[in-house]
């Protein structure tokens, strides 16, 4: 990846490169899908709903735009570094802008995102066994979730109508409250190169 570069053609230029070379294009339809998630360690399953589709393009881009590139990484103590990386992690996620699974892609492309900040992001860690994985992928779907109904809450998750709020309330905010989020774990995986 063109280190000077971080637009979207990268991002998908990254996916290309998850999938053997194989083409990505972005994903039709204006549908907002949804993915069924199973956790290594213990098994626990839950449903998680990404953006819908349509100008995804454009709104990568504009997610990329909001960060104001790998330069706005410079100077900032880690824990502020590690805040902007999981945001952007968060934007791209939701937008689930392949049809693919998109996170591999995302991890590469946040790592040399980084790098062009003067940072060194190493995902190993944080994916070294299953445990490790499980916190990983909760602190991710966290902020696809943030997203996708933005301050939910118990209150709202029991007189919603929504199903799919009321399940992602349920069945994964509330049972993960207690699990670290995208941000403190990227702290613990950011250094100075």
């Known amino acids: 990846m063109d280190a000077a570069v971080f637009d979207a053609a990268a991002l998908q230029a990254a996916q290309a490169r998850q999938q053997g070379g194989a083409p990505a294009p972005w994903r039709a339809g204006a549908d907002a899908p949804v993915a069924g998630r ?69 991890r590469e492309f946040l790592a040399a995102f980084a790098a062009a900040g003067g940072w060194v992001l190493d995902w190993a860690p944080l994916s070294a066994a299953p445990v490790e994985r499980d916190r990983l992928c909760v602190a991710c779907d966290r902020e696809v979730v943030a997203r996708s109904f933005p301050g939910l809450h118990q209150g709202r998750a029991m007189t919603t109508t929504n199903k799919a709020e009321y399940e992602a309330y349920a069945r994964f905010l509330a049972p993960f409250a207690q699990w670290p989020g995208l941000a403190a774990l990227l702290v613990t995986a950011l250094r100075a190169p």
């Not at 360690?41 to 590139?69: C, D, I, M, N």
Request: net charge negative.
């Open 38 to 106: 199973q956790l290594e360690a213990s098994w626990h399953h839950y449903k998680l709903q990404f953006a819908p589709g349509g100008g995804l393009e454009a709104r990568v881009s504009a997610a990329l735009a909001a960060t104001g590139g790998p330069a706005a990484l410079r100077g900032l103590e880690p824990a502020a570094a590690a805040a902007l990386l999981a945001r952007l992690h968060g934007d791209l996620d939701q937008l689930h802008p392949f049809d693919a699974e998109c996170r591999p892609a995302l």
